[in-house]
């Protein structure tokens, strides 16, 4: 395979990476071969949960590839402090491309205390590596690591991973919408929004990536559960761990495998319990995945009950503002008289209005007509007029 061939497979790599056709391994593999490299290593920070200073540096997602892993946590609580790779950035943040000569000459490799630890630990000696852009919702990097006996990067070497990595930034990108901000999501999130039922969405760690405003109403009551810090809360002994259990189950379930755990949250006010239902939502493939949904927590309040809307009631049934009206008011009463009562109308026009009901509705009898307006699904024939206004993914 000529040059050129190698650049363009590295390059249909990435892309195929970022849809899932071929995994990252895969695309990391062909860069390694086409950069003569011997270990890669590809890192991505939220920045909405990790922030990139000297007191606190998280690391959200990890990749290496064909490195040991065994050193990876020696890495994420002490040398990365002292990666003179990360203190070069620090100092100069709008660095694109890295190697070892920007920040560290040949004669104090030995004497460096990451340098040495890196030797001891990977056999390498030498990377070349590049940071992607700070406008992105993430902050990414990747380095290639090579032995001592092949020497540092030279210019050449330098410049065609400069290439490369523009197209890396560019199939992360694409990753990430596809996984953070699909299309798929973007359609539904209205609708989620509207749902009376409370609706909250975690990532495979347990962090909170969504709730709907439902969701977001019972959190704030702080009778039962609470959601700070984009991670829910119990707030009564004993039930944080039974939803963990579940949400455990959840996260490590396989593809093949069902999973709709329920659970019974009693409330401080003394009202009925909440009942959760967790489940495991399809798996997603791209290097963030591990950040997007995957869990859904479903949350009843077995005491709020949506109220047909009187002007929907006219539109679909046809029925006047006075029938509407009492329909209203019957499901909420149950019996015809108080519903008079509470309208104020007389009995005998309750009755010639409830008439008019059961014919226009198809229904007979006044069970009949209470199980079809409660079967009618309110908050969803809302949806529509504010949805462009409803942002919950953050």
């Not at 650049?7 to 899932?20: L, R």
Request: net charge neutral.
């Amino acid at each position: 395979m000529g040059a050129a061939d190698e650049i363009g497979a590295v390059i249909d790599g990435f892309y195929a990476a970022a849809v899932s056709e071929t995994t990252w391994e895969t695309a990391l593999e062909r860069l390694l071969e086409a950069m003569r490299f011997d270990g890669v290593a590809l890192y991505l920070y939220d920045r909405s949960v990790a922030v990139f200073d000297e007191s606190s540096r998280q690391l959200v997602r990890g990749l290496w590839h064909r490195l040991s892993i065994d050193s990876q946590v020696d890495y994420e609580q002490h040398y990365f402090k002292i990666d003179p790779r990360i203190q070069h950035i620090a100092r100069n943040p709008g660095t694109r491309i890295l190697y070892d000569y920007l920040h560290t000459p040949e004669e104090e490799m030995d004497r460096n205390e990451y340098y040495h630890w890196y030797q001891s630990t990977q056999a390498t000696r030498y990377y070349i590596g590049g940071q992607t852009a700070s406008d992105l919702p993430y902050w990414g990097g990747i380095t290639l690591h090579r032995r001592r006996q092949f020497g540092a990067a030279q210019q050449d070497e330098i410049e065609r991973f400069g290439f490369l990595f523009n197209h890396l930034e560019r199939a992360l990108a694409v990753d990430y919408r596809l996984n953070l901000k699909g299309g798929d999501a973007r359609a539904l999130e209205g609708l989620i929004e509207a749902n009376p039922t409370g609706i909250v969405f975690l990532n495979d760690g347990g962090d909170v990536v969504m709730s709907n405003e439902a969701a977001r109403a019972m959190a704030a009551r702080r009778d039962a559960f609470a959601i700070e810090s984009n991670a829910i809360r119990m707030l009564r002994n004993g039930n944080g761990q039974s939803l963990e259990r579940l949400i455990a189950d959840a996260a490590s379930l396989r593809p093949s495998h069902d999973c709709r755990g329920v659970l019974r949250l009693p409330r401080r006010s003394g009202k009925r319990d909440y009942l959760v239902i967790v489940t495991r939502l399809p798996r997603r493939q791209g290097i963030f995945a591990p950040w997007g949904a995957a869990i859904c927590l479903i949350i009843f309040d077995p005491d709020e009950r949506p109220e047909p809307a009187h002007d929907l009631l006219q539109r679909m049934y046809g029925l006047t503002v006075a029938e509407a009206r009492l329909a209203t008011q019957l499901l909420a009463s149950g019996k015809l008289e108080i519903a008079a009562s509470e309208l104020g109308i007389a009995m005998t026009t309750a009755r010639f209005h409830l008439a008019s009901i059961f014919r226009k509705t198809g229904t007979e009898r006044q069970t009949d007509l209470v199980r079809l307006l409660v079967s009618i699904p309110w908050p969803a024939l809302r949806f529509g007029s504010t949805a462009s206004d409803m942002s919950p993914f953050k």
